[in-house]
């Protein structure tokens, strides 16, 4: 059997944390935040990095979080701890929304959010389109790094449409799994140690 030292130790392999990639966390970070996150990479440079953690829904509607926005049936997520009053957004809508960024293929984010205002006026925007955070990850330069090297992150890939489906609330686990063998014991960890 595998020693216990092994069984936490990270494995980096050659994927490097770049835009469009995902850290998910360790089995044990016990933070309010990043406990069994998946964040994905917006920006990570020699200034950097950011991202949203994207498994993370609150029981918020946008009316709720935003007046200037009419109804509209979609959740918001805990983007993470930084600039917890701003809203963010990422979506599938492309060139539709001016000023949006691509972050991998088929997935932007950011845009004119007026122009989102109003499509959603229009209903030109499904529930599956777009996703609003609030608040987003940030690591200064090379604390990513750090904590990569102190086995707090595995970087991952990820298909662009895992991103918006419904049941991103398991996206840890599978994206766990998916890791290989070694990590699938990372998934039968109690979420919280302290009531076994």
Same mark, same amino acid.
């Given at each position: 059997?595998?020693?216990a030292?092994?069984?936490?130790?990270i494995d980096p392999?050659?994927i490097?944390p770049?835009?469009?990639?995902? /850290?998910? $966390?360790?089995?044990?970070t016990?933070?309010?935040y990043f406990?069994r996150?998946?964040v994905?990479?917006?920006?990570? $440079?020699?200034e950097?990095?950011?991202?949203w +953690?994207i498994?993370k829904?609150?029981? /918020?509607k946008?009316?709720?979080?935003?007046?200037e926005? $009419?109804?509209?049936?979609?959740?918001i997520?805990l983007?993470?701890?930084?600039?917890?009053?701003?809203?963010y957004?990422?979506?599938?809508l =492309?060139?539709r +929304?001016k000023?949006?960024?691509? +972050?991998?293929?088929?997935?932007?984010? =950011?845009?004119?959010?007026?122009?989102? #205002?109003?499509m +959603?006026?229009?209903?030109?925007?499904?529930?599956?389109?777009?996703r609003?955070?609030i =608040?987003?990850s940030?690591?200064?330069p #090379?604390?990513?790094?750090?904590?990569?090297?102190?086995?707090?992150?595995?970087?991952?890939?990820?298909?662009?449409?895992e991103i918006?489906?419904?049941?991103i609330?398991?996206?840890?686990?599978?994206?766990v799994?998916?890791? =290989?063998?070694?990590?699938? /014991?990372?998934t039968?960890?109690?979420?919280n140690p302290?009531v076994?």
């Amino acid at each position: 059997m595998e020693d216990a030292d092994n069984i936490f130790k990270i494995d980096p392999g050659n994927i490097k944390p770049v835009q469009g990639r995902v /850290l998910i $966390s360790e089995p044990f970070t016990n933070d309010y935040y990043f406990k069994r996150s998946v964040v994905l990479l917006i920006e990570h $440079s020699d200034e950097g990095t950011f991202g949203w +953690i994207i498994n993370k829904p609150l029981k /918020l509607k946008l009316e709720d979080v935003s007046k200037e926005f $009419s109804t509209f049936d979609t959740g918001i997520y805990l983007g993470g701890p930084v600039k917890t009053e701003n809203m963010y957004f990422i979506h599938r809508l =492309g060139n539709r +929304i001016k000023g949006s960024v691509e +972050i991998k293929e088929g997935i932007y984010w =950011g845009g004119d959010v007026e122009q989102v #205002k109003e499509m +959603i006026d229009r209903h030109e925007i499904s529930t599956s389109d777009i996703r609003f955070f609030i =608040g987003y990850s940030g690591w200064i330069p #090379k604390q990513l790094e750090n904590e990569l090297e102190n086995n707090a992150w595995v970087v991952s890939t990820i298909n662009s449409s895992e991103i918006m489906k419904a049941d991103i609330e398991t996206l840890w686990d599978r994206l766990v799994t998916r890791l =290989g063998d070694k990590y699938k /014991l990372w998934t039968t960890f109690p979420t919280n140690p302290s009531v076994n």
